[in-house]
């Protein structure tokens, strides 16, 4: 099976660094996905890591490491467009079947 | 542009009713997915097919099947509904390289 835990609530300032963090036990795993979903609205990709390290993608960067069950996304320069709920999933096969945390709601303030 | 569409988009019915939810996939892609989501969690497998004539059980199916006759299509049916089954409802496609998931802007299923 798959266990995913994620802060429930987190709460930072425009403008500075948050890091959010995701711990994952799992039988298989073929790679870690972070997805951003809006109120009301659909998930939409962020990030896919599935190998050990840091990938950056503009002010967003996720990391991985396989070995502690562990990964977390690191939102710099925060914007108030970035209150969001940020939702952890692991890929258990290669076929892309997914398991999610229940998700971090990040609330950002002026 | 590709896209991934669901209806309807709203819907409240009676305990008891059959409801199907539509999911229709332009990507071209061979995996779809139906996830229902609740106040408060992540997302939650419902069903899943890796193809035409494939279907597969996810975490949470019972009281829920699909079917899927060709690529762009799988709907969602509930046999008799709960109100257990109340909730929102994504649909959502993958392809072969990383595996990301496309989703659908959600059907909200209120069943009285």
């Known amino acids: 099976g798959q266990n995913i835990d994620q802060p429930t609530e987190m709460t930072a300032t425009e403008g500075a660094i948050v890091q959010i963090n995701c711990t994952y036990q799992t039988s298989g795993f073929n790679g870690l996905f972070w997805y951003q979903q809006h109120a009301g609205e659909a998930p939409t990709f962020l990030s896919y890591n599935v190998l050990d390290g840091l990938e950056e993608k503009g002010r967003f960067s996720s990391f991985l490491s396989r070995s502690k069950g562990y990964s977390y996304l690191l939102l710099k320069e925060l914007q108030m467009k970035d209150s969001a709920s940020y939702l952890c999933a692991v890929k258990g096969t290669n076929a892309g079947k997914s398991t999610f945390g229940d998700g971090t709601t990040l609330t950002v303030k002026p | 542009d590709a896209e991934i569409t669901q209806s309807p988009r709203h819907k409240i019915t009676e305990t008891g009713r059959q409801v199907t939810l539509a999911c229709h996939q332009t990507?071209?892609?061979?995996?779809m997915f139906w996830y229902r989501q609740d106040l408060g969690h992540g997302l939650r497998l419902i069903h899943y097919?890796?193809?035409?004539?494939?279907?597969n059980k996810g975490e949470v199916s019972d009281g829920y099947s699909v079917s899927r006759s060709n690529t762009e299509d799988l709907p969602l049916t509930l046999e008799s509904a709960a109100s257990s089954q109340t909730s929102v409802y994504f649909c959502a496609s993958s392809g072969y390289t990383t595996g990301e998931l496309f989703f659908g802007e959600g059907s909200r299923l209120t069943v009285l």
């Open positions: 990507w071209n892609h061979n995996n």
């Open positions: 097919s890796y193809g035409v004539q494939d279907t």
